[in-house]
T-cell receptor
């Protein structure tokens, strides 16, 4: 079956430009997550959606980062006025559910590699 | 807040050697634990998970991990590695003491298996 897809796969932006990154989760997956992975680091949590509700945005590094999932399926991560420190791979993951004990298996997309020049 | 430490950032082994990758977490309560793997050119995928029950967890491709609560550890093991195990391995944790909580990943360990 289809996995999580992300587009574009690569994005080069000049400093100060706005970018929009798209994530198509696995059909039927209620939960959607965005992560930022800098070179040589593990994924760092950005934000979490349950259906269309953004329940956790504690990881968004600044108010230049904004995410939405208006119909509870596709999600967009927008970065305004990009800075060089925003250069990273942005990963999207989806999950069918969060278990009673808070555990959930995440299915990751291929990521979008953002380079800010 | 929770944190994860992976002790070895780069490991090189010959085929058939045994593997143990260290993972320690910091959190005062109960946790869910994960190992994710990223093979070259592929997506990050789940290798195995511990939510509750038997602390010895078996995953795909012959991997296993043991949760030792007293040591706050969840080390990954495989008795005999293959060249196809070359990948980056991430340990991850999230608290299990109440509904949704975010997952925190370690820095990752790159494993290179030499034929």
């Amino acid at each position: 079956g289809a996995g999580v897809s992300q587009s574009p796969r690569y994005k080069v932006a000049k400093r100060g430009q706005d970018v929009a990154l798209r994530c198509d989760p696995i059909s039927g997956h209620v939960s959607l997550f965005w992560y930022q992975q800098a070179l040589g680091q593990g994924p760092e949590f950005l934000t979490y959606f349950q259906n269309e509700a953004q329940l956790d945005k504690s990881g968004l590094p600044s108010d230049r980062f904004f995410a939405e999932r208006p119909e509870g399926s596709v999600s967009t991560l927008k970065i305004q006025r990009t800075q060089q420190e925003d250069s990273a791979v942005y990963l999207c993951a989806s999950s069918l559910e969060v278990a009673a004990g808070g555990g959930y298996e995440q299915y990751f997309g291929p990521g979008t590699r953002l380079t800010v020049t | 807040a929770q944190s994860v430490s992976q002790h070895n950032h780069h490991v090189i082994l010959s085929e058939a050697a045994s593997l143990e990758l260290g993972c320690n977490y910091s959190y005062g309560g109960t946790v869910n634990l994960f190992w994710y793997v990223q093979y070259p050119g592929q997506h990050l995928q789940l290798l195995l998970k511990y939510f509750s029950g038997d602390p010895l967890v078996k995953g795909i491709k012959g991997f296993e991990a043991e949760f030792i609560k007293s040591k706050f550890s969840f080390n990954l093991r495989k008795p005999s590695v293959q060249w196809s195990d070359t990948a980056e391995y991430f340990c991850a944790v999230n608290p299990s003491d109440g509904g949704y909580q975010k997952v925190t990943f370690g820095i990752g360990t790159k494993l290179q298996v030499i034929p």
